[in-house]
């Protein structure tokens, strides 16, 4: 048998390098490179087309017993999944470290055991005290939930085998598990995929809702080989500034249920508060109304957020270099909505600061947003406020021209129903306005005239 030969994992993204280097070569991180020991390859041949066990197809159309949600106690919880808990399912979450991943799983798992539900929580990251004394400060110590503290797979399959199958498995956390077959420590990619593969096995033959939370790395990726999340039927991705009171659960993969789907929680005194209405609190504290500042109803998922963006511009001397700082958008985004600006419209950005923020924290994705931004730039600009009461929505082209989005119908509704009496958005979605004060704009040039022309 040949001498096996060394090789290195890269502990982000799960390439093998021969030879170890400072920095990753597939996705440029440094010193995430680290060896591990190679699989036994044997010289000789196996064919596999025959000794093995056949399998039974089924039809499509087969009669089964449906999938019955398991509600979690907590509505926001449940919207992100899709419904709740579906029997059998592996759900991976993560989010930055102390956003609340934990504490929102301890409410959730107490509220399953208060209905009835058998709920484990094994907790590789702190002592059972540990948890208990959290469950203390957020009042659910008397929840019939079975704790335990434990970092081994074989010792934590071994003891769900010895009893009945609960309804709902929480590991806290996948990074901290090892499998004995495997060689390496805790958090290694192979270590992380073998004890995942082995607890996901187990959820699915014994019909348990099992709960992974995974660390994130410095860019906000769950770390760990990239096969984890093809290998669990719901990702989902816990958000949010330590500084900011709310925090936002997003769905980013569910095989059932929407994708993109969001939660909105507040942190309190005594846990995670759901927010029922996200529009209201990313709103409460708008004052008067200001230069630079637009309202942009977003769509998450399947409901409306409405959300404040806020534009400083600042002129700046001859000859000093302007900045461009963006919190919450893309700022890729911002500098090409910059270029029409100036290209399609005759505004000068050149010479000026600009500064965008999206109030709240909030993270914008939605393309639908370059009108509102637009709007928020050309009034901090012009130094003149948008008119009161309005929002704005729309995708600009590289031509100046404001396209059509998606949900045109649940956006006016949102901002109707918070007494936003008009909207600015596309010509082609002015049918499915509510009321009379929607206004149609086709280019930028028709915004631009708008705010600076009556300045």
Not at 202 to 207: F, I, L, P
Not at 352 to 378: H, I, M, Q, T, W
Not at 408 to 422: D, I, M, N, Q, Y
Request: net charge neutral; proline share 4%; with cysteine.
């Amino acid at each position: 048998m040949a001498k096996p030969k060394r090789r290195y994992v890269c502990q982000a993204c799960g390439s093998l390098a021969q030879r170890w280097q400072g920095q990753c070569a597939d996705c440029g991180e440094w010193n995430t490179l680290a060896e591990e020991a190679p699989e036994t390859v044997f010289s000789a041949k196996h064919d596999l087309s025959g000794g093995g066990r056949k399998i039974a197809f089924e039809p499509l159309d087969k009669a089964g017993a449906p999938l019955v949600r398991r509600s979690t106690g907590i509505a926001e919880f449940d919207r992100a999944l899709g419904g709740g808990l579906v029997p059998g399912s592996a759900i991976l979450m993560g989010g930055d470290p102390g956003i609340g991943k934990s504490t929102l799983l301890l409410q959730a798992a107490a509220r399953v055991a208060q209905g009835g539900g058998e709920v484990v929580y094994i907790s590789g990251e702190e002592a059972a005290g540990q948890v208990r004394l959290r469950a203390e400060r957020l009042g659910l110590a008397g929840a019939p939930v079975r704790l335990a503290s434990a970092t081994s797979v074989r010792d934590i399959l071994t003891t769900l085998g010895g009893m009945a199958a609960p309804a709902l498995v929480v590991i806290d956390s996948i990074q901290t598990m090892h499998s004995d077959q495997i060689e390496g420590a805790p958090g290694t990619v192979s270590q992380v995929r073998a004890s995942a593969f082995e607890l996901i096995r187990y959820a699915k033959e014994c019909g348990t809702a099992l709960v992974l939370v995974g660390h994130v790395t410095k860019d906000g990726s769950i770390a760990g080989p990239r096969v984890l999340e093809h290998m669990v039927d719901v990702v989902m991705s816990f958000e949010g500034e330590r500084s900011h009171q709310y925090r936002i659960l997003r769905s980013i993969k569910n095989r059932f249920g929407p994708v993109d789907e969001i939660g909105v929680f507040a942190m309190a005194g005594a846990g995670l508060e759901e927010v029922g209405n996200p529009s209201l609190l990313f709103l409460s504290q708008r004052g008067e109304t200001v230069a630079g500042s637009a309202v942009f109803p977003a769509i998450e998922g399947t409901r409306p957020v409405l959300v404040e963006i806020q534009a400083l511009i600042v002129r700046l001397a001859s000859g000093a270099t302007p900045r461009r700082a963006v919190v919450g958008w893309d700022s890729g985004r911002l500098a090409m909505l910059l270029a029409v600006l100036e290209a399609r419209c005759g505004l000068n950005f050149s010479s000026c600061e600009v500064y965008l923020n999206v109030a709240g924290g909030y993270r914008l994705a939605d393309p639908a947003a370059d009108l509102a931004v637009a709007a928020a730039l050309v009034s901090a600009l012009a130094d003149r406020p948008l008119p009161e009461g309005s929002v704005w929505f729309g995708e600009v082209s590289l031509a100046g021209e404001v396209r059509p989005v998606a949900h045109a119908s649940l956006r006016l509704r949102e901002a109707a129903k918070l007494g936003f009496g008009e909207a600015c958005g596309p010509a082609e979605v002015a049918h499915e306005a509510l009321g009379k004060g929607y206004n149609a704009i086709t280019m930028l040039s028709k915004l631009v005239d708008r705010v600076i022309a009556e300045a």
